[in-house]
């Protein structure tokens, strides 16, 4: 029913099933794996108002086993991304493997599917950092300098009748600053090179 991918690695089709609504896969070597992607095969879908939340479990520095839930899989949404990279320091959350003794080695860690009731996937919060941006870093990075230049901007706007005269300073209506903040971010949605042409 799931798969699971790491780049440079076998793709995983066979999950070790550890109760009726439980799967886990081995991730040996997770030290050097940054991104996992947990799909599903296409071969049974989910029952009607199910899904699988998707959790990350590492060993600490005293072999207990930490989950981090990454985000889900559903039959509308049947694969997804995660950066695992940066969790592997992080705090664990509540997770349905919890009564479950799987075997933890310090060098292996584990995907965990549970297929649980889509209501109760959209009341849980998954991991912040373990969700792939879907823009690529030049798209942030404009993205973080408009809304830098615009918070910077704004920090000297004053009324006219907080301005004294001064003929050496040019000032710029704050709403002439929005206006070209909100056209450059509806042309950079529209097209992130459109700055090329």
Known sequence: MFGCLVAGRLVQAAPQQVAEDKFVFDLPDYENINHVVVFMLGTVPF???MG????????DQSGMAVWQLLGFVTNEKPSA?????????GKGSQHPFGAMNLP?????????ISVELLENLAQQTPVASAAVSSVDSFTEFTQKMLDNFYNFASSFAVTQAQM???PSEAFIP???VLKWYENFQRRLTQNPLFWKT
Do not use: E, H, R
Not at 81 to 89: A, D, R, T, V
């Open 104 to 112: 933890q080695t310090p060098t292996v860690a584990q995907i965990g």
């Open 164 to 166: 004294t005269p001064n």
């Open 174 to 176: 704050a709403n002439v």
């Open 81 to 89: 991304i995660f950066k695992i990279s940066g969790l592997k320091s």
């Open 47 to 49: 029952p009607d108002g």
């Open 52 to 59: 699988g939340s998707v959790y990350f479990c590492y060993p």
